[in-house]
């Protein structure tokens, strides 16, 4: 595939379904060029991508686990070799399990922080090397982060972690023009949220916010092609909070 040129280019990770397939679809229709990052299957990363292009988009998938530091690598190639080099990155991998802080297995705390904080590490820094002056990064948070819920502890301490990442990565990029944010969602109708959850438990969380809904992937994308696009300039090394009011 030639390089594209005059398109901004886009990553997206954890792109193949839920908000990253939203933001994706969103970036895609804003004139990006984007970099679908799946982690395993490649199944649903190619069906977004077929119908990307079937509309006009440039859009290819890449696999790559991105709490390895190398496969990072290779994404980011491979994107500037079939794209062009890299505008905007979008941090949307993550995993989440709730389960008591007692209760948490040292294998799933790993998992946690691998994906989670890792995998953000690993993109940031070589984004650092790699972005665009006048670039875009967007990382993922989560409300949960300001309700304390039991069962959240592990999976709060990882969006602490790239809250943090978010506010100081801003500063340390000086001079090249390029933004750092983040969002944090609250409840959205996604399977990473509703999985393990009984319809009651769905109903009380849609209730929390004052506009009495679970947020939808498409909500979140529209946070997240502002703060990509030209209007969020003067935003940067803040957290938003994409979440109906709740908190």
Request: charged share 20%.
């Amino acid at each position: 595939m030639n390089i594209i040129k005059n398109s901004r280019v886009a990553i997206v990770t954890g792109a193949s379904r839920g908000i990253g397939a939203a933001i994706t679809g969103r970036l895609a229709n804003d004139g990006f060029a984007v970099a679908v990052n799946y982690a395993a299957s490649s199944k649903e990363a190619d069906a977004i991508v077929a119908r990307l292009q079937a509309q006009g988009a440039k859009a290819i998938a890449v696999k790559a686990d991105v709490s390895k530091a190398d496969e990072v690598r290779r994404m980011y190639e491979t994107t500037e070799r079939d794209l062009g080099k890299v505008d905007v990155l979008v941090n949307n991998a993550g995993v989440l399990k709730t389960v008591a802080l007692a209760e948490t297995s040292d294998a799933l705390y790993d998992q946690t922080f691998d994906i989670n904080v890792r995998g953000t590490f690993n993109t940031l820094r070589e984004a650092a090397k790699r972005l665009n002056d006048g670039g875009r990064i967007i990382n993922l948070s989560s409300t949960t982060l300001a309700l304390n819920m039991p069962g959240y502890a592990v999976y709060n301490a990882t969006k602490a972690a790239i809250e943090s990442f978010t506010k100081v990565f801003a500063k340390e990029l000086r001079g090249r023009n390029i933004t750092v944010n983040a969002v944090a969602p609250g409840p959205i109708a996604t399977s990473l949220f509703l999985d393990g959850k009984t319809e009651e438990q769905i109903q009380t969380f849609a209730k929390m916010p004052p506009l009495q809904r679970l947020g939808q992937p498409d909500d979140i994308a529209s946070v997240v092609a502002f703060l990509a696009g030209p209007d969020s300039g003067w935003v940067n090394g803040q957290i938003l909070r994409a979440n109906g009011g709740v908190a």
